[in-house]
């Protein structure tokens, strides 16, 4: 019988990186002034592959970039805005909950979203379709209620036009 590595060994020697991945990270090292700079743009471009940064990607981010592992954390949660334990949606919404949104009734559309979709805020449906958001200002308040989803910022939102966006989404 051959040698085998136990599980643990085998998992932490998988990395999470792809070398596209970290050739687009180093590829950024020569535009910033320096290497702890990089960190949010690291972040999206694993984001942008995986749908979210598992705390291994950290480490690996951390390990490029000559810094702590909690320092590529810090900024992580910071921006609030990277999933950790499990990938987003496919297509991830966010309505805006902000003043101009909140008085033109985005806290109805949250709710019918939350409603339709069956979960809360913050959220993925269980076939990984959607995750749904509650955003501040998306710079849109001349066409509250706004919602930004798949790269589109939705203006003058109503029930009915949110029920066909999100019947879009595969
Ligand atoms: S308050 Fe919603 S887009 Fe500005």
Not at 66 to 93: C, I, M, N, W
């Amino acid at each position: 019988m051959g040698a085998r590595h136990p599980p643990y060994l085998m998992a932490t020697a998988e990395r999470i990186l792809t070398d596209e991945m970290v050739a687009a990270i180093q590829a950024l090292l020569p535009r910033y002034p320096t290497r702890q700079a990089v960190t949010l743009p690291a972040l999206h471009i694993v984001n942008n592959q995986l749908r979210h940064v598992p705390l291994a990607a950290v480490v690996e981010i951390a390990e490029l970039l000559e810094l702590a592992p909690a320092q590529v954390q810090d900024t992580l949660s910071f921006y609030g805005f990277f999933k950790q334990d499990a990938p987003h949606g496919r297509t991830r919404a966010w309505i805006c909950r902000s003043l101009s949104c909140a008085l033109r009734g985005s806290e109805s559309l949250i709710e019918h979203a939350q409603q339709k979709l069956g979960i809360a805020s913050g959220e993925t449906t269980p076939d990984g379709r959607v995750t749904l958001e509650e955003a501040e200002c998306l710079g849109g308040c001349d066409f509250a209620p706004c919602m930004l989803a798949g790269g589109q910022l939705h203006k003058n939102l109503d029930t009915a036009q949110l029920d066909r966006i999100i019947d879009t989404w595969e």
